[in-house]
């Protein structure tokens, strides 16, 4: 019954390699959004979906792709993984201006 | 461009004690505010929303004030609990424009000793 999950919760992997990682919400929320949580724990946002649109696209290295099948999914997929790239993402989904965002668990990426 | 600041940085207080934890955002054009709460290794766990038009929301022990027009917004805990030790963020939502992503403030770090 959770609202907002992300797969995995852990990844370690060699500098170049592509990985990806998956989040699901179950609220039916119609925006859902990818942020960054630096090793200094300050989160930024990345991405915005709203019902599959693209809407927010930060200053983010194109090695990151974010696809969203449909409304519920959004997938994080990065390319050639830097040491910098080494922080924890998180996955969230809002309905309208006027509600609060939900937070999924967070994967922490760990680039060697 | 929006920037948030929560004072202090990290607190430590004995059990039992009242405290105020602050946020400060430059751009008073804000929809809402909302306080989150972090446990180490952890997600974020919502804990008040503040519309713009409010003046305050209370959860349980939990109040969160905001004052829009000076850019200000205090989360107040009352008789804090070691439970209580964790991570507090509060973020701030634009009324136009930045597709509603929130701008969260550097976060401050409470303990509260047994």
């Known amino acids: 019954d959770t609202a907002v999950s992300q797969t995995p919760k852990y990844l370690v992997t060699q500098m170049g390699n592509d990985k990806s990682i998956k989040c699901e919400q179950n609220?039916?929320?119609?925006?859902m959004y990818w942020y960054k949580q630096d090793s200094k724990k300050f989160l930024k946002i990345m991405f915005s979906y709203n019902n599959k649109e693209l809407i927010i696209n930060e200053t983010v290295p194109n090695r990151f792709s974010p696809k969203s099948p449909d409304k519920a999914h959004l997938n994080l997929h990065i390319n050639s993984l830097e040491l910098g790239d080494s922080a924890v993402y998180f996955c969230a989904s809002s309905q309208g201006a006027a509600y609060g965002y939900t937070f999924g668990s967070g994967t922490r990426l760990t680039v060697v | 461009k929006q920037e948030v600041t929560q004072i202090p940085a990290a607190l430590s207080v004995p059990e039992g004690e009242n405290l105020v934890l602050n946020c400060s955002f430059t751009d008073s054009a804000i929809y809402n505010l909302q306080w989150f709460r972090q446990d180490p290794g952890k997600g974020l766990t919502s804990l008040l929303l503040?519309?713009?038009?409010?003046r305050e929301q209370t959860s349980g022990r939990l109040n969160a004030s905001l004052d829009k027009s000076s850019g200000r917004s205090t989360l107040y805990i009352a008789a804090s609990q070691p439970g209580d030790s964790a991570t507090y963020l509060c973020a701030v939502r634009p009324t136009t424009g930045g597709g509603n992503k929130l701008t969260f403030g550097t976060g401050t770090q409470l303990k509260v000793e047994l």
């Open positions: 609220l039916g929320h119609d925006t």
């Open positions: 503040i519309q713009s038009s409010q």
